[in-house]
């Protein structure tokens, strides 16, 4: 009987850094509530790959759904990973108007940082998990695409380089209900210098 054949190599969480613990205005408890989400979306990839190698093949439907139950399951969990390497890998800095690189591109592609940041913030507040803004490599030019889960709707051949979480978690513990202020603190705390590396990593052209 014929199985599915994986090489699935094991991944890990990564680290905190120690800044992270200590940001204005998002607390270290949501952190790690993130934290806790992030490890056990690194957990799950790593049990449905070990799963999918396991899968033996028959004319039965019910291996149908199963594949199709992992393969959904598996873009969520590696939606959630993703999705939090860029939350934590780029705040714990000062915030403030974009520079550099992705000041230049926000410029150009929206006309500026109030224009970018109000779209951005209204995607935020409109969607269920996340706002991101990233780079289309098709037509050039960033854009703000809403998410409604970990893996909802990313579009293919787009890198993103802003990832505002808006699920609960994110801002409760912090601002109760009062998401728009989550989303002005999490605007404070992005390091701009980091989203340049990317920029700058992924030779995006300006
Ligand atoms: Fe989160």
New binding site residues.
């Given amino acids: 009987m014929a199985t599915l054949v994986f090489n699935h190599e094991e991944i890990a969480a990564r680290e905190l850094k120690p800044e992270l613990l200590e940001l204005d205005g998002i607390s270290r408890a949501s952190i790690e509530a993130?934290y806790k989400?992030y490890e056990g979306y690194v957990n799950k990839r790593n049990e449905i790959l070990r799963k999918l190698a396991d899968v033996e093949l028959s004319s039965a439907n019910q291996v149908y759904s199963d594949v199709r139950a992992f393969k959904v399951d598996l873009t969520f969990a590696i939606g959630g990973i993703k999705n939090?390497e860029i939350?934590f890998e780029h705040l714990g800095g000062g915030g403030g108007d974009p520079e550099g690189a992705v000041g230049t591109l926000i410029e150009r592609d929206f006309g500026g940082a109030e224009a970018w940041r109000a779209d951005l913030k209204a995607t935020g507040m409109a969607a269920r998990g996340w706002a991101w803004t990233a780079y289309d490599w098709d037509e050039q030019r960033l854009f703000n695409y809403l998410g409604d889960t970990q893996n909802t709707y990313p579009i293919w051949n787009a890198t993103p380089l802003v990832a505002l979480?808006v699920?609960e978690?994110?801002y409760f513990l912090d601002y109760q209900t009062d998401r728009a202020s989550y989303i002005d603190a999490f605007l404070n705390n992005l390091d701009w210098a980091v989203i340049n590396g990317w920029v700058s990593k992924y030779q995006i052209q300006t």
């Fill in positions: 993130h989400l939090h939350y979480d699920y978690h994110a």
